[in-house]
């Protein structure tokens, strides 16, 4: 971001926030299913790196999030599971097998929470990241309870926008760090800790 990255949970959520709402109200549909596609493109060009996965956990974008409809779209074509998160009341997620089904709330097999441990990649959302590995998320501590069901090993990636990779976030010790970044120019980037 160009101005100081606030030191402040919840002032850097405003900030980013209101970046991203500006970002997707400015945003054509044509330049966010292009935004989708090179998503895609730098995961594949990723994949094609590394022993193919069985399973890939993801999220289910919000309107504001990077996109990643075309990232499940591509798993699925090459025969790959996708698993997808259900909030649970208590801000818990619970996973589903959603190769078959497509993106929709109540579709798939329903795995319970511990169906993240059956993925073998996990792309997890964020508002920022830090090169430290330090994800800034939403607030509701939904991926703080799951980080710790993914297997040992498992390359776990944050997806951001470009800006969103910064020097620092705020972080509390319950916080869980990830292994990596997917930003649309970027591409995939391992973040060491």
């Known amino acids: 971001m160009a101005r100081e990255f606030p030191t402040d949970k919840s002032a850097a959520r405003r900030l980013i926030r209101a970046g991203r709402t500006q970002r997707r ?3 054509t ?3 966010w299913r292009e935004l989708a596609a090179g998503l895609a493109e730098h995961v594949d060009r990723w994949l094609a790196h590394r022993p193919a996965p069985r399973a890939v956990a993801l999220y289910e974008s919000l309107p504001t999030e990077p996109p990643m409809d ?5 798993l699925r074509a090459n025969g790959i599971r996708v698993l997808t998160p259900e909030l649970l009341p208590d801000k818990d997620l619970s996973w589903r097998d959603r190769s078959d ?3 929709g709330a109540g579709l798939g ?3 319970g929470r511990d169906g993240i441990g059956q993925a073998d990649v996990v792309l997890v959302p964020a508002l920022a990241i830090g090169r430290d590995g330090t994800r800034l998320g939403q607030g509701g501590g939904s991926y703080d309870r799951v980080l710790p069901r993914v297997a040992p090993g498992i390359p776990v990636l944050a997806v951001v926008f470009d800006e969103e990779l910064v020097d620092a976030v705020p972080s509390e010790p319950h916080d869980r760090r990830v292994d990596g970044v997917l930003t649309p120019s970027g591409g995939v ?3 060491k800790y």
């Open 25 to 27: 109200a400015e945003a």
């Open 29 to 31: 549909e044509q330049v």
């Open 70 to 74: 075309a990232v499940a779209e591509l």
């Open 109 to 111: 097999l329903d795995l």
């Open 189 to 191: 980037r391992d973040l």
């Open 101 to 103: 089904t497509g993106l």
